[in-house]
């Protein structure tokens, strides 16, 4: 664990000198002889946990401090120093300043010791706790994005196959025709469900490691993609590297997640009548890590939509007939097996995709 970062504020210098002397080499004391000088030091220090201050100082009470600090400083824990037994200003102390605890003076070594330890890990609990209200208020953000847009995604289909139903009431299309309209419809409503599969098992299912075949992952994903988008891809051309001489172990279902999802915005994204379709992969393992490049020579994302793509259900230009959540269930699958992806892209010239993801079996 990384030591822990005080900082104690003090009008007088001795009181300064030897806290620093009695408990430098457990923590890191950061000292301000002023309230000006700790402001500066919670400004400079990225993580101040515990901060200690005298009550009585002749510029401003360590409660003042505290209460003042609270806005824009609101994480520390606060441990107050009193030299009176006075239950006006403890009280104070803690309404005003959300004192943690206070302690009287002279205090002794195993007193403060105790103190900051425990306001160490009230500090702890409470980010942790934080971390986790954030982490829970954003899936209910996600949640309330994600059924208001499967709503409507889901009803898009079934509409069509309504209008199609309705056409052959009227008998205004051939029975191929029909038959064509229907099943493009459903092979949109089947894709948006498996969009949706692929992204509650992603956040549900625990990781399964496997020995990883790359050849066969990129057969399995095209074929997944001709399969769903009832496309060819014949008339694009390929170029496959893969450098795989070490074993490499990691979830199976999840790289066919995020390959196949990639695949699929190369293939949708092509310049509809280019006769040069080109998409190149390559992949490269290492003991550590499988580097994998995903290039295409397709349209490219314009500037204003770089840094929307991953976020869910984002649509980027109106050649897309996808759900909008690809990209963002491949950064939210690549999170699960603590891997990093990169985009580099020109309009009109094409787009790469880097992405790296840990080798299990240097673990």
Not at 70 to 96: E, H, W
Not at 176 to 201: A, E, P, R, W
Request: charged letters at 30%.
């Amino acid at each position: 664990m990384d030591r822990v970062n005080i900082l104690y504020l003090d009008d007088e210098i001795n009181n300064l000198q030897s806290f620093k002397a009695k408990f430098r080499k457990d923590y890191s004391i950061f000292l301000a002889n002023s309230a000006e000088e700790a402001y500066k030091i919670l400004a400079d220090v990225p993580e101040i946990q515990i901060v200690i201050s005298d009550q009585r100082m002749p510029e401003v009470s360590g409660v003042d401090f505290f209460a003042s600090m609270l806005t824009q400083y609101p994480n520390p824990i606060r441990i107050l120093l009193t030299g009176y037994s006075d239950m006006t200003s403890v009280i104070d102390a803690i309404n005003k300043g959300h004192v943690y605890r206070y302690i009287e003076k002279p205090w002794n070594d195993y007193e403060m010791k105790l103190a900051i330890e425990n306001a160490f890990q009230f500090y702890f609990i409470n980010s942790q706790l934080k971390r986790k209200n954030e982490e829970l208020q954003k899936k209910n953000e996600e949640l309330n994005r994600f059924a208001y847009s499967a709503s409507h995604d889901l009803k898009a289909p079934v509409k069509s196959m309504q209008g199609i139903l309705n056409l052959a009431k009227l008998e205004r299309k051939s029975e191929d025709d029909l038959l064509f309209l229907l099943g493009k419809s459903v092979k949109k409503l089947d894709y948006f469900i498996n969009n949706i599969t692929d992204y509650y098992k992603n956040t549900r299912s625990e990781k399964s490691f496997n020995e990883i075949d790359f050849n066969k992952i990129l057969k399995d994903s095209i074929e997944i993609i001709e399969e769903s988008h009832n496309c060819s891809v014949d008339d694009i051309n390929f170029v496959i590297s893969i450098h795989q001489e070490t074993p490499y172990i990691n979830d199976e279902f999840r790289l066919n997640v995020i390959i196949s999802y990639l695949l699929s915005n190369a293939i949708k994204y092509q310049k509809i009548y280019a006769e040069d379709k080109k998409i190149e992969v390559s992949i490269d393992v290492s003991d550590r890590s499988a580097k994998i490049k995903i290039s295409d020579n397709g349209i490219g994302i314009s500037d204003q939509h770089k840094a929307h793509i991953y976020k869910m259900f984002y649509r980027g230009t109106s050649q897309s007939t996808g759900s909008g959540i690809g990209l963002y269930i491949v950064k939210e699958t690549l999170e699960k097996l603590e891997g990093v992806i990169s985009m580099t892209s020109k309009e009109n010239e094409g787009t790469t995709f880097n992405l790296e993801i840990p080798n299990g079996a240097a673990e």
